[in-house]
């Protein structure tokens, strides 16, 4: 006989969220929302699920193996439910607005589902707050995302976040500089590199060994890797790339000098469809990623069929959750049936939680702490319980 499961009991990688988690998130959005709205960034809200090949394509490639699929009845076209939100703002970018004045900014806020949970996030459905900032190509953008995120960040209370900054395309554009293209090798380099292993790169021929030993020395404070990254010999495609990064951090520097930064030029995981300066944030206080983001291209509707430069940011409210401050308990107070409506609003306008009664009863104080109340209110007088 097949037993059946306790109804409390969930999918790995699901859970419900409770009182007063679940407010407490739910404000933390907003609040976060409302930071890059200060910013001029405009809220959109796509739906959660999409035909699948326009969700899983391009970019959309990258979370194609965490998408869940399904039939759709009506259209009879496969569907995917959104693994991650960004691909959903590009689309909107292109095809809802192609005409608008860029660049172009834009929020949002929603869940996702993936297929598989993760060492470092284990749950498969979770919050995501995010932006775009869509049809520039100075290093001014990038610095505006990374500054508004991490001011974003800090006002909800969370300390010490610092900066991880990226550059993805390099290692490629090096690659193909010393004519290492088969794919099984740069599989091999990138995996090497990743796991910062510089005994196996003196294995590679001399010219790469020594670029990237070079660079894997790079690896640290921003303003010193820099200086080690301007003192290697790098193919003209790549210095650009350099450049440009450099140019980002040196207005960071200006406008947040007291901001904490590191750099990691031959980092690639997890940053497949960027095309520029990548940036994940960071807590001591948590283990996991605040959040991360960068540059890439839209394909398929600028002009001439050109690719549109974008780069953006997204926020994951599940650790941002585990690093600030519990949430402060609120006033409760319990109001009697003969409480007038108007005192009751006058309560709650000042910032108390008020529950009122629904029958009568002999003992208030003991029926106001049962509720969770630290106050009662008779006569028109709140007293302690």
């Known amino acids: 006989m097949k037993k059946t499961a306790h109804p409390a009991l969930l999918p790995a990688g699901l859970a419900d969220v409770l009182p007063p988690n679940a407010m407490q998130e739910a404000k933390a959005t907003e609040d976060l929302i409302h930071s890059f709205a200060t910013?001029?960034?405009?809220?959109?809200?796509?739906?959660?699920?999409?035909?699948?090949?326009?969700?899983?394509?391009?970019?959309?490639?990258?979370?194609?193996?965490?998408?869940?699929r399904l039939m759709d009845p009506v259209s009879q076209r496969m569907l995917a439910v959104r693994a991650d939100m960004t691909i959903q703002i590009a689309r909107i970018a292109t095809t809802r607005f192609p005409d608008a004045p860029r660049p172009l900014r834009l929020s949002y806020a929603g869940q996702v589902l993936r297929v598989k949970g993760s060492?470092?996030?284990p749950e498969r459905q979770f919050a995501q707050v995010g932006a775009e900032l869509i049809g520039s190509v100075l290093p001014a953008a990038d610095a505006e995302v990374i500054l508004m995120a991490h001011q974003a960040i800090t006002n909800l209370g969370i300390e010490d976040v610092s900066i991880?900054?990226?550059?993805?395309?390099?290692?490629?554009?090096?690659?193909?500089?010393?004519?290492?293209?088969?794919?099984?090798?740069v599989q091999h380099l990138r995996t090497i590199l990743n796991q910062k292993d510089a005994s196996a790169i003196n294995r590679f021929s001399e010219p790469a060994a020594q670029v990237f030993g070079q660079l894997l020395n790079a690896v640290g404070s921003a303003t010193d890797a820099l200086r080690v990254i301007k003192g290697t010999s790098l193919p003209l495609p790549a210095l650009r790339q350099c450049e440009h990064l450099e140019a980002v951090v040196s207005?960071?520097?200006?406008?947040?000098?007291?901001?904490t930064l590191t750099l990691d030029p031959v980092e690639i995981r997890g940053y497949e469809y960027h095309s520029g300066v990548t940036f994940?944030?960071?807590?001591?206080?948590?283990?996991?990623?605040?959040?991360?983001?960068?540059?890439?291209?839209?394909?398929?509707?600028?002009?001439?069929?050109?690719?549109e430069e974008a780069t953006g940011v997204t926020l994951f409210v599940?650790?941002?959750?585990?690093?600030?401050?519990?949430?402060?308990?609120?006033?409760?107070?319990?109001?009697?049936?003969?409480?007038?409506?108007?005192?009751?609003?006058?309560?709650?306008?000042?910032?108390?939680?008020?529950?009122?009664?629904?029958?009568?009863?002999s003992d208030p104080a003991a029926e106001a702490r049962r509720l969770g109340?630290?106050?009662?209110?008779?006569?028109s007088a709140i007293k302690n319980v």
């Open 39 to 68: 910013c001029g960034y405009e809220r959109v809200k796509p739906p959660l699920i999409e035909f699948e090949d326009t969700l899983t394509s391009g970019s959309g490639a990258a979370t194609a193996d965490q998408s869940f």
């Open 318 to 361: 599940d650790t941002i959750m585990r690093s600030i401050p519990a949430p402060v308990p609120t006033r409760r107070l319990f109001a009697l049936l003969e409480t007038p409506a108007r005192e009751i609003a006058n309560y709650r306008a000042e910032g108390w939680v008020v529950i009122e009664a629904l029958a009568d009863h």
């Open 373 to 379: 109340c630290s106050h009662v209110i008779q006569n």
């Open 164 to 185: 991880d900054l990226g550059l993805p395309t390099l290692v490629p554009a090096i690659c193909e500089h010393l004519g290492i293209t088969k794919s099984s090798d």
């Open 280 to 307: 994940t944030l960071f807590s001591p206080k948590v283990r996991g990623e605040l959040g991360r983001g960068g540059r890439y291209q839209l394909s398929g509707y600028a002009e001439a069929g050109e690719q």
């Open 119 to 121: 060492t470092l996030r």
């Open 251 to 259: 207005i960071l520097r200006k406008k947040a000098a007291d901001i």
